[in-house]
């Protein structure tokens, strides 16, 4: 497919970026250069992995939830689900990853001065609880920009079978 990336045939020649303009992006991304291009820290940070990428149209991303997440301290005892806020966070974060990544592969560099800011969450649905050692695959659509603002489709996934959907929007802002 033209202007897709994945983990399992790498970037499409002409994605390729020279020296002189920035590294390459090489696909999966990991939790060192999540860091560099999301703000969020642990216990926060909700992707684990980038790995298939359409820049400027569509992300595919992992978080493994392990039975060490301080949620499930609390939620619940004995019976421990992700809640579903932190679902729609984690495809949140995956759509702030397909700005970031959509920035380097189309601009040569990330946006480091602007913050995304999640403003708006619509149509949630929630069909199949998320338990430690479930494989959360994110996959995130940006389907629309208005101003300084982007409006993402996204699906969660375990095992193939849809865990949580949403449409959300995120705001720009300075840092």
């Known amino acids: ?25 090489k696909l999966p991304i990991d939790v060192p250069m999540i860091q560099q291009l999301l703000p969020h820290r642990y216990p926060f940070l909700l992707v684990d992995r980038v790995v298939e990428l ?8 992992y978080k493994n939830v392990s039975a060490n997440e301080p949620f499930f ?3 619940f005892p004995g019976h421990p689900v992700m809640p579903g806020v932190l679902v729609v966070e ?17 601009e040569g560099r990330p ?7 999640l403003v708006k969450v619509d149509g949630a649905k929630f069909s199949r609880m998320v338990v ?11 389907t629309r920009t208005i101003r300084n603002m982007a409006v993402y489709s996204g699906v969660a996934r ?12 995120c705001a ?4």
Do not use: W
């Not at 375990?158 to 929007?169: F, S």
């Not at 720009?172 to 840092?175: G, N, P, V």
């Open 172 to 175: 720009e802002a300075k840092a």
């Open 111 to 117: 946006s480091t001065d602007k913050l995304f800011y």
């Open 73 to 75: 301290q609390g939620h």
């Open 132 to 142: 430690p050692g479930d494989r959360l695959e994110l996959e995130v659509t940006l």
């Open 1 to 25: 497919m033209h202007g897709r990336m994945d983990a399992r045939n790498g970037p499409p020649r002409g994605l390729m970026m020279s020296q002189t303009e920035a590294p390459a992006l």
């Open 54 to 61: 359409e820049p400027n149209k569509r992300v595919l991303a």
């Open 90 to 106: 984690a495809m949140a974060q995956a759509g702030g990853l397909l700005t970031q990544l959509s920035a380097i592969a189309t």
């Open 158 to 169: 375990v095992d193939g079978e849809q865990a949580a959907c949403a449409e959300i929007l």
